[in-house]
T-cell receptor, first 114, second 110 residues
Framework: ETGVTQSPTHLIKTRGQQVTLRCSSQ?????VSWYQQALGQGPQFIFQ???????GRGNFPPRFSGLQFPNYSSELNVNALELDDSALYLC?????????????FGEGSWLTVV | GIQVEQSPPDLILQEGANSTLRCNFS?????LQWFHQNPWGQLINLFY???GTKQNGRLSATTVATERYSLLYISSSQTTDSGVYFC????????????FGTGTRLTIIP
């Protein structure tokens, strides 16, 4: 139990549709990061939010966007879904500046694009 | 960006055996963690270990930052240890993102 919750756990979308994934960070954590994990690979960094501002982005197109809310929860939005977007999407929370800054992950959202 | 390599890619062991997983990295780091990913996709923190040695039950880890590698030791393996093990790092010279290695898939046979 990491205290990081994600929803939905599984979903199926059609190519071209839009999807919103949600994440509640661990209590007291102010930083949320999103990762995409394709089958058989390690997670890849999408972007990070700190105090409601985007703070770093990986090599993902603009149709991947996000939000962080005042309670530090976050959303990941993906527009114009493509088949290659099928993956496990992981949310991670942390407390920036804390000594021994351990990063905790949620259970993920499995997205299938057909 | 920082490069992270893990070895071996796959490991199959009998229950009760010991194993050593290795993580090599190309840059100075200020955050290194080992994770176990279970079959359902959950990433479980095992160790936060940018340097030094830590132990937790049957698991221990050592990071030699000056030589840019980390080792994860699993002793007396159990079937529940099966899964994929990742090391992940935050470089001293990048933004605060975790860069994951390619993982080691461990299968423990009863």
């Amino acid at each position: 139990e990491t205290g990081v919750t994600q929803s939905p756990t599984h979903l199926i979308k059609t190519r071209g549709q839009q999807v919103t994934l949600r994440c509640s960070s661990q209590s007291g954590h102010n930083t949320v990061s999103w990762y995409q994990q394709a089958l058989g690979q390690g997670p890849q960094f999408i972007f990070q939010y700190y105090r409601e501002e985007e703070n770093g982005r990986g090599n993902f197109p603009p149709r991947f966007s996000g939000l962080q809310f005042p309670n530090y929860s976050s959303e990941l939005n993906v527009n114009a879904l493509e088949l290659d977007d099928s993956a496990l999407y992981l949310c991670a929370s942390s407390l920036r500046g804390a000594p021994g800054n351990t990063i905790y992950f949620g259970e993920g959202s499995w997205l299938t694009v057909v | 960006g920082i490069q992270v390599e893990q070895s071996p890619p796959d490991l199959i062991l009998q229950e009760g055996a010991n194993s050593t997983l290795r993580c090599n990295f190309s840059d100075s780091v200020n955050n290194l963690q080992w994770f176990h990913q279970n079959p359902w996709g959950q990433l479980i923190n095992l160790f936060y270990i940018p340097s030094g040695t830590k132990q937790n039950g049957r698991l221990s880890a050592t990071t030699v930052a000056t030589e840019r590698y980390s080792l994860l030791y699993i002793s007396s393996s159990q079937t529940t240890d099966s899964g994929v093990y990742f090391c992940a790092l935050i470089s001293n010279f990048g933004n605060e993102k975790l860069t994951f290695g390619t993982g080691t898939r461990l299968t423990i046979i009863p």
